[in-house]
């Protein structure tokens, strides 16, 4: 229910698939040809959620944004603001709604339960740890076992990525599905993902923010010494 919520609070879209008009080919590499293309995770967020920052020669990692933060404070800020403001309307204007009064908490805890889950899906730590040679993403304890590193979209040994892909993909406002398309709020979103040695890919984040994700994925291209895979048009 709340990832629901969450979604639609935040802008997050249907995608659809746009035809891909390049040739993987000119990568140079044979896992080019094998990976796909398309989409890996099938939403986008149309703000800037995530920044890369090195914070060591041997650890980097993607930190939740301003505007994340800004956006989770809105829910923090109602939580508080909503039920005080109804609760000072029913003391001077409806005495006989007192009764009312004990469900303002709830409807303020509500919202506030709303930010801190924001915070927890975009502010879980997303590391490149060089020292134990270990992408995580996610609140993970050192050092893990044989069995932790199962199949998972969350975790990778940094040996295995071979590539940094970057997709665009067209996203559709759901909060505007019902529109006509003049009034739809459509943007792009995208991607950056890890393509491991055997072509399977791992998304690490998507958001709107074209230039700073571009950005992002050659500091972290330098840092894992990978090529970047850039497929966004033109």
């Keep these: 229910m ?8 935040s802008s ?14 000119r990568f140079n590499d044979e896992l080019a040809l094998k990976t796909e293309w398309t989409p890996c995770k099938w939403h986008g967020t149309n703000f800037k959620t995530h920044s890369f920052k090195q914070k060591s020669a041997d650890l980097a990692e993607f930190s939740a944004s301003v505007q994340v ?30 009764m009312f009064l004990p469900v303002l908490p709830l409807a303020g805890l509500f919202w506030v339960i709303v930010g801190i889950f924001i915070l927890r899906k975009y502010a879980k ?8 040679g270990l992408y995580l993403k996610g609140r993970r304890k050192l050092p893990l076992h ?5 199949k998972t979209t969350d975790m990778a040994k940094l040996s295995d990525i071979h590539a ?7 996203c559709q406002d759901r909060t ?8 739809s709020r459509p943007f ?10 055997d072509g399977s890919r791992l998304n690490v984040i998507d958001h709107s923010g074209k230039d700073r994700l571009v950005q992002d994925a050659e500091q972290l291209a330098n840092f894992l010494s990978i090529p970047v895979w850039n497929a966004i048009p033109g």
Aim: hydrophobic share 45%; aromatic share 14%.
């Design 146 to 150: 044989s069995a932790d590193m199962g």
């Design 2 to 9: 709340l990832e629901s919520i969450v979604q639609k609070l």
């Design 176 to 183: 505007n599905s019902r529109s006509s398309s003049n009034e």
């Design 69 to 98: 933060m800004l956006f989770a404070a809105i829910f923090f800020i109602a939580g508080v603001a909503v039920p005080a403001y109804f609760g000072l309307s029913f003391f001077r204007n409806n005495s006989n709604m007192l």
């Design 164 to 170: 940094i892909q970057i997709l665009q993909e067209y």
């Design 12 to 25: 997050l879209a249907e995608s659809k698939i746009a035809e891909i008009n390049f040739d993987p080919s």
């Design 125 to 132: 730590p997303i590391v490149f740890d060089r020292q134990s």
């Design 188 to 197: 792009y979103s995208y991607e950056l993902n890890l393509i491991l040695k």
